[in-house]
C-alpha cells in the first residue's frame, strides 16, 4: 500500500470502483472491527448519531440483517426500508423515493434493487452516500469483500490463487464482484457451469471459461458453486435441477480434482442437493458460515470508511 | 412595406447530384418554385427588384432533407412532441419532410388516424409529412390494415415499427398486398425472442454492467427473412435502422442478386458505439442497440459503398418521466432531427462521405425509396432548400433543442456543420441567423 493511501469513496457502488489498496485497506479495517462481534458487549460509539437507512427492493433476509448488526454494533441509528412498504408500490419513481429520504438527512442509503445501475443513479440525484446492496447482475461489492476477507484469512494471501465459480454465472452479481475483486487482487478465477449461464466476453471482466466443471475445479484453492434458480428453467436456460446437479452440481467427488487443502464457498441461500451437496456444503472444506460472519466486519468496515468521506 | 417577391441565393455551393450539379452558382426562388438555377452566379436583382438575398458563400445549398423515419407522437402523447414541435425540429435541422412512424396512440391503422396527423401538418407546416401507415391493425401483427384506404388519406408507406412482424405469412402477405397499392414495405428487423428482455447490445460491456444484452443475431436474422420474403415476391422491401456490421453484409449481397432491397441508418448508429451505456446512461438506451466499433465502422463503409441508401434519425422523443429512470425501465429512442447533419457532416470531414453521397442519404434516395417529390433542385420544382453552413460550430445546449423533448446523447457537445436556412416551398421555415 503506497505510504500517503487514504480512502477516498463516498459511494460504494462495486468492487469495479475500488483499487487494490482500497480494497487491503477495507479489509484490515474489517479484521479490526471483527473483534467487537466477540464481545459480550457488543456495541462501539464510533457511528453514534449517524443515520443509517436501508432500502430494499428485493428480498433479503442476510444482506439487509447484516448491514443493520453492522451499523449497530457501531451505534448507528438504523432504518429500513423495504417494497412493501415503499412508495414504489405506489408508483413513486425511485428518484421521488431518494430524494425524500434525503430530505430527512440521513447520512448513507444502503440499497439493494433488481436493476443494475439503479444505485448509480441514485448518486447521480441525491448527495447521500450510497453503498450498494446488489444491484440487479451487475455487482454485489460487499459480499466480494467478505469472500475476499475469508479466503485471506484462510490462505494469508489472495495472489496466486485459483478461484472457480460454478454456476449461474449470468445472473450472479455475486459472481461479477468476486471475478473483479479476485483478479484485481491477483488472484486466477475460473468460471464453469451450463453454456447457457455463461454471459459473452465473461473473459473481459477476468475471468478464463472452463466448460469442463472438472477441469475448471482442477488445482483450485477455492471452490465457489453459485445458487441456481428455480426460474432458470421457465427461461429455457436449463431442463432441470435434476440434470444440473448430476452435471454442474458440486459433490465430494467432483472436489477431489480440487486441491486437498481447497475452500468450499456459497454465497448462500444453498440449494442443498442442487449446486451443492449437504456433505460438502457442511464439510471440513466448508467456509460458509466464516463468509456470513466476515460479512458483519466488512460492513462495519465500508460503513466507517463512507462515514469518513461523507 | 415592400412585397418580397422570392429568394435569391447567391453564391453557394449547389449540391444537385440527382441533376449532377455540384458547383458554385446562384439559385432564384419565386412563387415557391425553383425558378433558376445559375452556374455562373450570376444571377442579378436586376428585373427582380424586391427579393431577399442571401449570400451562401462557403455555404452549401441542397435539396431540401428528407428524414424517412420519425415519431412525432400526435395522437396520443402529446407531452412528448406534436407535429408542431416535431416538424419546427425538422426544420431547425435542415429537414424539409420527415416520415412519420404510425405507432402513436392509436396507432395509424386507419384512414383517421392518417387523416388527423395530416390536418395536424397542414396547420403547422414546418414541413411536409408523410404518414407511414401500420402494417397490421393495431401493430399487432395479426390481421393486415386498410392499405387503400389508408393510401387514399396520404400514407406513403407502411411499417410496424417499434415492433418487428413476428409472423412471417403476414410479412409475405403485407409485401404481396402492399403491391396493390405500390407502397414500400419497412421493416423493424427484430427477432424478439433473441432480444427479449434485452436494454444493450449484449457483448463485453453489457457483460461488465450487468445488463441483459440483445445478440447482433436477433437483427441480421430477422434481415435474413424479409430479404428471403422480397426476393420471393419480388416487392420491394426497406430495412429501418441498421446498426450491425452482418446486417449490411446481408443487405450488400442481397443487392449484389438484384434484390428490391434499400436500408437506411441512423447518425448514432455511425456516431456512438456501446460504450456510450457506460455509466447506465439512459440517453444511450435505443432499439436497436449501439454495437460495437467494428459495426459502427462497417455501417460508415455501407453508407459509402452504397450498401445502405439512406440516414434516417429515428427521431424518438421521450421526456425525463422515461428517461430519468432505472436503466431497465428507460424508454428507448433519441431525439435525432437536429444533430442528423452536423453528425454525418463529421462522415464528410473524417470519413470520406462526398458531399454529393450525403445529399443523396439525406435527400435523394428517401425521396425515391417513399416515391415522394423532393430530392432535387431541377428548375420547375417545389422549392424545397436547405442550406448547410459546412464549418459552423457550435455547442448543442438543452436551451437550443426545439424539439419538445430533450433526451439527445449529444447534448453539451461541440457539433461542427449545420443547417442555417431551411426553405419550404419557398418560405423559410427556419434561419438560423434569427436564434
Known amino acids: ?310 | 412595406m415592400t412585397l418580397i417577391e422570392g429568394l435569391l441565393l447567391k453564391n453557394g455551393r449547389i449540391i444537385d447530384p440527382a441533376n449532377a450539379v455540384d458547383r458554385k452558382g446562384d439559385l432564384l426562388i419565386q412563387d415557391g418554385k425553383i425558378v433558376a438555377v445559375s452556374p455562373g452566379g450570376r444571377i442579378s436583382r436586376g428585373r427582380h427588384r424586391n427579393l431577399a438575398v442571401y449570400d451562401c458563400a462557403g455555404k452549401w445549398v441542397v435539396p431540401g432533407l428528407i428524414d424517412m423515419h420519425v415519431h412525432l407522437r400526435e395522437p396520443g402523447e402529446e407531452y412528448k412532441e406534436t407535429v408542431e414541435s416535431g416538424t419546427r425540429a425538422a426544420a431547425a435541422g435542415g429537414f424539409t419532410a420527415v416520415a412519420c412512424m404510425p405507432n402513436t396512440r392509436p396507432v395509424n391503422d386507419n384512414q383517421s388516424v392518417t387523416r388527423l396527423i395530416l390536418e395536424k401538418a397542414q396547420a403547422a407546416a414546418h414541413a411536409r409529412v408523410y404518414p407511414v401507415g401500420a402494417i397490421s391493425k393495431g401493430s399487432n401483427g395479426e390481421t393486415l390494415a386498410e392499405y387503400g384506404e389508408m393510401q387514399q388519406a396520404g400514407i406513403v408507406a407502411i411499417s410496424d415499427d417499434g415492433r418487428p412482424v413476428i409472423n412471417s405469412q403476414l410479412m409475405r402477405r403485407a409485401l404481396e398486398y402492399a403491391g396493390n397499392f405500390n407502397l414500400p414495405v419497412i421493416s423493424h428487423a427484430e427477432d424478439p425472442a433473441l432480444s427479449r428482455n434485452g436494454v444493450m447490445n449484449e457483448g463485453a460491456i453489457s457483460t461488465m454492467l450487468g445488463l441483459r444484452g440483445i445478440p447482433t443475431a436477433a437483427e441480421e436474422i430477422m434481415i435474413f427473412r424479409e430479404l428471403a420474403l422480397a426476393e420471393y415476391t419480388g416487392r420491394p422491401l426497406h430495412i429501418a435502422h441498421v446498426s450491425t456490421a452482418e446486417s449490411v453484409a446481408l443487405i450488400r449481397r442481397a443487392k449484389d442478386r438484384g434484390c428490391r432491397v434499400t436500408a437506411e441508418t441512423a447518425p448514432h448508429y455511425f456516431t456512438l458505439t456501446e460504450e456510450a451505456v457506460l455509466s447506465y446512461n439512459t440517453l444511450a438506451k435505443m432499439n436497436p442497440p449501439l454495437r460495437t466499433a467494428a459495426d459502427v465502422a462497417a455501417i460508415r463503409q455501407g453508407l459509402l459503398d452504397g450498401s445502405l441508401d439512406a440516414i434516417a434519425t429515428d427521431h424518438a422523443p421521450h421526456s425525463t418521466m422515461e428517461k430519468e429512470v432505472e436503466f431497465d425501465l428507460a424508454a428507448n429512442g433519441i431525439i435525432g432531427l437536429e444533430t442528423a447533419v452536423p453528425l454525418t457532416m463529421a462522415l464528410v470531414r473524417e470519413h470520406g462521405l462526398s458531399p454529393a453521397r450525403m445529399v443523396e442519404l439525406l435527400s435523394v434516395n428517401p425521396a425515391r425509396i417513399l416515391g415522394v417529390a423532393g430530392g432535387s433542385l431541377a428548375t420547375g420544382r417545389p422549392a424545397d432548400v436547405t442550406v448547410i453552413d459546412p464549418e459552423l460550430e457550435f455547442c448543442y445546449t438543452e436551451e437550443m433543442v426545439v424539439s419538445k423533448s430533450k433526451n439527445s446523447p449529444f447534448l453539451n457537445q461541440q457539433l461542427k456543420g449545420r443547417a442555417v436556412l431551411t426553405i419550404l416551398d419557398g418560405r423559410i421555415t427556419f434561419n438560423a441567423a434569427e436564434i
Open chain 1, 1 to 310: 500500500m503506497r505510504p500517503d493511501y487514504r480512502f477516498t469513496h463516498k459511494h460504494i457502488l462495486g468492487i469495479d470502483h475500488l483499487s487494490c489498496d482500497d480494497i487491503e485497506h477495507i479489509l484490515q479495517v474489517a479484521e479490526s472491527f471483527k473483534e467487537i462481534s466477540s464481545r459480550s458487549i457488543k456495541k462501539v460509539p464510533t457511528l453514534r448519531g449517524k443515520t443509517v437507512v436501508s432500502l430494499f427492493f428485493e428480498p433479503s433476509t442476510r444482506t439487509r440483517l447484516s448491514f443493520e448488526i453492522a451499523a449497530k454494533r457501531l451505534s448507528a441509528d438504523t432504518f429500513a426500508i423495504t417494497t412493501a412498504s415503499s412508495s414504489a408500490t405506489k408508483g413513486e419513481s425511485l428518484i421521488d423515493t431518494a430524494k425524500n429520504l434525503e430530505a430527512m438527512n440521513p447520512d448513507i442509503i444502503i440499497m439493494r434493487n433488481a436493476i443494475s445501475g439503479s444505485p448509480h443513479l441514485l448518486t447521480r440525484h441525491i448527495k447521500t452516500s450510497v453503498i450498494n446492496a446488489g444491484d440487479g447482475t451487475h455487482e454485489h461489492p460487499s459480499q466480494g469483500l467478505l469472500d475476499l476477507m475469508t479466503v485471506k484469512e484462510h490462505k494469508q494471501r489472495i495472489k496466486g490463487l485459483k478461484l472457480a465459480i460454478i454456476g449461474d454465472i449470468a445472473h450472479s452479481r455475486v459472481a461479477h464482484s468476486n471475478i473483479i475483486g479476485f483478479s484485481k487482487m491477483g488472484a486466477s478465477v475460473t468460471v464453469s457451469g451450463p453454456a447457457t449461464l455463461i454471459p459473452r466476453n465473461v473473459e473481459r471482466l477476468g475471468a478464463t471459461v472452463c466448460l469442463s466443471v472438472r477441469e475448471a475445479i482442477r488445482d483450485a484453492d477455492v471452490v465457489m458453486p453459485l445458487r441456481i434458480q428455480m426460474e432458470r428453467q421457465n427461461d429455457a436456460l436449463l431442463p432441470s435441477f435434476k440434470e444440473y446437479a448430476a452435471f454442474f452440481g458440486i459433490n465430494r467427488q467432483t472436489l477431489e480434482a480440487a486441491r486437498p487443502d481447497a475452500l468450499v464457498m456459497h454465497p448462500g441461500p444453498i440449494n442443498r442437493g442442487v449446486e451443492l451437496t449437504p456433505d460438502v456444503a457442511d464439510g471440513s472444506r466448508s467456509v460458509i458460515l466464516d463468509q456470513v460472519a466476515n460479512g458483519v466486519a466488512i460492513r462495519m468496515a465500508l460503513l466507517y470508511l463512507v462515514l469518513g468521506n461523507a
